[in-house]
Every structure is written in C-alpha cells, then in structure tokens.
C-alpha cells in the first residue's frame, strides 16, 4: 500500500480491503501516521480466515500491530527505499526501461492470460517496486524471472486469486 499519512490513503485502504471479494490479500505499510480502529479490525477479521497477510518496512509498526493482535512480516533487509544505503543496485524509475516493462507486461500474458498492457505505467512499476521490497530483490531482470515462473508471486503482484 506504502505510506498512510492522509484520510485518502487510508480511504483508499479501507476500499481495496473492502473490494477483496474473498481473495488473500497482501498490504505493505512502508509507513503510517494513521492506522484506522476500521483498518484494524478488518485486518484481523481477514487475517481470521487466512486471506490477509501484512508486511511493515518499520520496526515500530511491526511492534504496534502485533499488540493490536495483527500478524504481521517485518522486512528486515536494507531496504531500497533506506536514504543511507550505499549501493549500484539502488532501485530508480530509470532501472525500468519503458520497453523492458512492456516486455514483461506480455510476457505476463503469454504466461497467465492477464492483459495489464493498458494499465498506467507508473502504477505497474511501483506494484514491481513493492513486490521487490518484499521479496528482498534490487534487479528487475531477477524479479521478472522469478514472477514468470512463481504463480503465487505473480498474483500477489496483482493481487489475483486462482
């Protein structure tokens, strides 16, 4: 989802949880100012039945949902969203040539049968860019290969259920 610092955000939130129709979801908090008493019970009531997991990028959001009784995944690699890290492979819009994102965006086609080739570019790359965070992967090339052959990270990608 990434950060929750507005009432749109966490509108936002609350009707992609509301949308789910039954399907696991996965939320990402890169960080949040404001976590709603609604996003948390819908959080639990979704986690009861298995269709919700919660990563956080954040040692103190990691702390507050699991006494709030949400299970939660901290991301305790550096991250490539981290100001300090030092390194060539830093994550950046340049990283992903319009061509290389069209490339995988048939490639997901061809594979799946899910045509996202209309979809706004920027908000495919930050769903890639989130789904690297999770996955602790700072090239594209390496996650592209592992989404076109791992289902599950494909459809956590775009949140699609079997």
């Given at each position: 989802m990434g950060e929750l610092d507005s009432k749109a955000e966490t509108d936002r939130l609350l009707e992609c949880i509301n949308e789910n129709r039954g399907y696991e979801i996965h939320?990402?908090?890169?960080?949040?100012?404001?976590?709603?008493?609604?996003?948390?019970?819908?959080?639990?009531?979704?986690?009861?039945?298995?269709?919700?997991?919660?990563?956080?990028?954040?040692?103190?959001?990691?702390?507050?949902?699991?006494?709030?009784?949400?299970?939660?995944?901290?991301?305790?690699?550096?991250?490539?969203?981290?100001?300090?890290?030092?390194?060539?492979?830093?994550?950046s819009c340049e990283t992903f040539e319009p061509e290389k994102v069209e490339e995988f965006l048939r490639d997901i086609y061809d594979k799946y049968g899910f045509d996202f080739t209309e979809y706004r570019k920027d908000s495919i790359i930050r769903r890639i860019k989130i789904s690297m965070l999770r996955y602790c992967i700072t090239c594209f090339e390496e996650f592209r290969e592992l989404a076109l052959s791992d289902q599950d990270v494909f459809e956590q990608l775009f949140w699609i259920s079997p």
């Open positions: 939320i990402t908090f890169l960080d949040a100012n404001i976590v709603t008493r609604e996003i948390v019970e819908k959080i639990i009531k979704l986690q009861e039945r298995n269709k919700c997991k919660v990563f956080v990028l954040k040692a103190y959001l990691y702390s507050y949902f699991l006494s709030l009784g949400i299970k939660c995944f901290f991301v305790k690699k550096k991250s490539i969203l981290n100001k300090d890290w030092e390194s060539n492979e830093k994550i």
